[in-house]
């Protein structure tokens, strides 16, 4: 079946723009993950969503940093007024919690966002 | 708070070497533990998953071995190809479902 998949695959945007990634999880699983790749940091939890439980924010860099996850299934994230350290790659991941899963998680391919 | 620490940084092999690639966490009550391949501008792909309560897991040329409580994980490549270059990355996560946690990864490269 169809894997993770992220859009735009690349960003170029100006400094003091917003951008909004987008992620559409496999079909069927509840929690989408998103992370955040850059050379100085790794790769890095930025937040999670469960069913209807209320997101784990705990690794978002700061309050430009925003995402929400409409029907369960898709999910944005926004940046505010974007800032050169923000380049980086944004992975979105997703995975089936549920009585007897693994708990696997599977990753898109990426947005790579550059802010110039 | 979880830190994930990856030996080596970068490991070059010839072709048809058996390797070694090396994962510790400070925090050992992990709930599972991934593998992950990245090549280069690609995103991740899953190698292994272990339970907390398993010992290893093999897929193919590929054995993943689990010792939660010394915190460390290994993953050994059997008859390395030079289609398995690639940064390797270990990530276990603590809760179920939960967010994982990555090292800096292994770099490797595969020579024919």
């Known amino acids: 079946g169809a894997g993770v998949s992220q859009s735009p695959s690349n960003k170029v945007t100006e400094k003091g723009k917003d951008v909004e990634l987008r992620c559409d999880p496999i079909?069927?699983?509840?929690?989408l993950y998103w992370y955040r790749q850059s050379l100085g940091q790794g790769l890095e939890f930025l937040i999670y969503?469960?069913?209807?439980?209320?997101?784990?924010k705990s690794g978002l860099p700061s309050d430009r940093f925003s995402a929400e996850r409409t029907g369960g299934s898709v999910s944005t994230l926004t940046i505010q007024r974007t800032q050169q350290e923000d380049s980086a790659v944004y992975l979105c991941a997703s995975s089936l919690v549920s009585a007897g899963s693994s708990y696997e998680q599977y990753f898109g391919p990426g947005t790579r966002l550059t802010v110039t | 708070k979880q830190e994930v620490t990856q030996i080596p940084a970068a490991l070059s092999v010839p072709e048809g070497e058996n390797l070694v690639l090396n994962c510790s966490f400070t925090d050992s009550a992990i709930y599972n533990l991934q593998w992950f391949r990245q090549d280069p501008g690609k995103g991740l792909t899953s190698l292994l998953l272990i339970q907390s309560s398993q010992r290893e897991q093999t897929s193919g040329r590929l054995n993943a071995s689990l010792d939660k409580s010394s915190g460390r994980s290994t993953l050994y490549i059997a008859a390395s190809q030079p289609g398995d270059s690639a940064t390797y990355l270990c990530?276990?996560?603590?809760?179920?479902?939960?967010?994982?946690?990555f090292g800096q990864g292994t770099e490797l490269s595969v020579k024919p």
């Open positions: 969503f469960q069913g209807n439980s209320a997101p784990d």
């Open positions: 079909s069927g699983h509840t929690a």
């Open positions: 990530a276990p996560s603590t809760n179920q479902g939960g967010k994982l946690i």
